[in-house]
Each structure stands twice: as C-alpha cells, then as structure tokens.
Nanobody, 126 residues
Framework: VQLQASGGGSVQAGDSLKLSCAASGRTFSTYIMGWFRQAPGEEREFVAAIMWGGGGTYYADSVKGRFTISKDNAKNTVYLQMNSLKPEDTAVYYC????????????????????WGQGTLVTVSS
C-alpha cells in the first residue's frame, strides 16, 4: 500500500486543519489506518487510528475531543480533522497502514504499521 498525506500548514492556536491520506495499491488488505506525529527531538507518537473494515476509532488522550479520524472507503482515503489546535500539536504528521494481522502490537504501536506516508508538517503558533 502506498500512502500520500496532505493538508498540513501553518495556523494559529484555536484554528482547524484537515489532513488527508490517500491510499493506493493493495488497499483491500488493510486492517488499520493510523495517524502519528513527530515533533522535533521527540519520538513518533500515536494520534488516532481507524479500523478499515468496521470503522472503530481510537485516539490519544491528548487529542480526544479535538481530533476526528474518518475514512472514505470509495476513495481509499483517511482524514484527520483537527480542531482547537494548540502549539503543542506542532509536528510532522504521518499516516500509516497496517496490512497484516498481528497479535504482538496494538494500533498505538509504530511497529504495528508496515506502510507509511511521507509526512505533512503542521505548525501551530500561539
């Protein structure tokens, strides 16, 4: 599966942004789609995930209530609607796909995912 993320930009605190991640290739084998982010000098961290089949969603505590992950199966695209952005949300955001089953890693783990997009930068100023 190949992933192309887009939608990043520079905004003010309190503003909104919507990220998109278009998937191509063997998308029918996808189990989970996730969004992660990485701030300078920090490790990549889980943001949100959605089950490709059932549509169940999961969020990091830091974004719960502000971010919404959704998908459009017909377009093979996953979205991340980000509202009430804070300066601490500043990071490069990556979308990821898990196309294999795994009992070793959860949807929160970087190692659960085997395909990654190129990242899109989100900068939130105060």
């Amino acid at each position: 599966v190949q992933l192309q993320a887009s939608g990043g930009g520079s905004v003010q605190a309190g503003d909104s942004l919507k990220l998109s991640c278009a998937a191509s290739g063997r998308t029918f084998s996808t189990y989970i789609m996730g969004w992660f982010r990485q701030a300078p000098g920090e490790e990549r961290e889980f943001v949100a995930a959605i089950m490709w089949g059932g549509g169940g969603t999961y969020y990091a505590d830091s974004v719960k209530g502000r971010f919404t992950i959704s998908k459009d199966n017909a377009k093979n695209t996953v979205y991340l609607q980000m509202n009430s952005l804070k300066p601490e949300d500043t990071a490069v955001y990556y979308c990821a796909a898990a196309t294999t089953s795994s009992a070793s890693y959860s949807y929160r783990d970087v190692l659960r995912y085997n395909s990654w997009g190129q990242g899109t930068l989100v900068t939130v100023s105060s």
